[in-house]
């Protein structure tokens, strides 16, 4: 199961790294991922890395902003966030990718773990 974790309360401006220990089952998938879930919206795609080439994609509102990286030493994945805003404030999730194409065309992951609260204060 995939463990996000990393969140906290942060004010606008601020940062924020979260980090998501990865298992070797999700090492099939195409890509890891993190998603976001604000209180009563649907959870949205934020940014992925492919396990191929280390390709990224991100949802245009973080562009610029936020960065996902990898270390493969760790088996980790990391999702650097600066320049935070209010409406940045979600439940965090990483998950496996089994397909993605771009930010918007990719499959939905079958399972998610525990999400990271983040909390941006204006």
């Known amino acids: 199961q995939l463990q996000a974790s990393g969140g906290g309360l942060v004010q606008a401006g601020g940062s924020l790294r979260l980090s998501c220990a990865v298992s070797?089952?999700?090492?099939?998938?195409?890509?890891m991922g993190w998603f976001r879930q604000a209180p009563g919206k649907e959870r949205e795609f934020v940014a992925a890395?492919?396990?191929?080439?280390?390709?990224?994609y991100y949802a245009d509102s973080v562009k610029g902003r936020f960065t996902i990286s990898r270390d493969n030493a760790k088996n980790t994945i990391y999702l650097q966030m600066n320049s935070l805003k209010p409406e940045d404030t979600a439940a965090y999730y990483c998950?496996?990718?089994?397909?993605?194409?771009?930010?918007?065309?990719?499959?939905?992951?079958?399972?998610w773990g525990q999400g990271t609260l983040v909390t941006v204060s204006s």
């Open positions: 998950a496996a990718v089994p397909w993605i194409m771009s930010d918007s065309y990719y499959t939905a992951p079958n399972s």
């Open positions: 070797g089952r999700t090492f099939s998938s195409a890509a």
């Open positions: 890395i492919r396990w191929s080439n280390s390709i990224t």
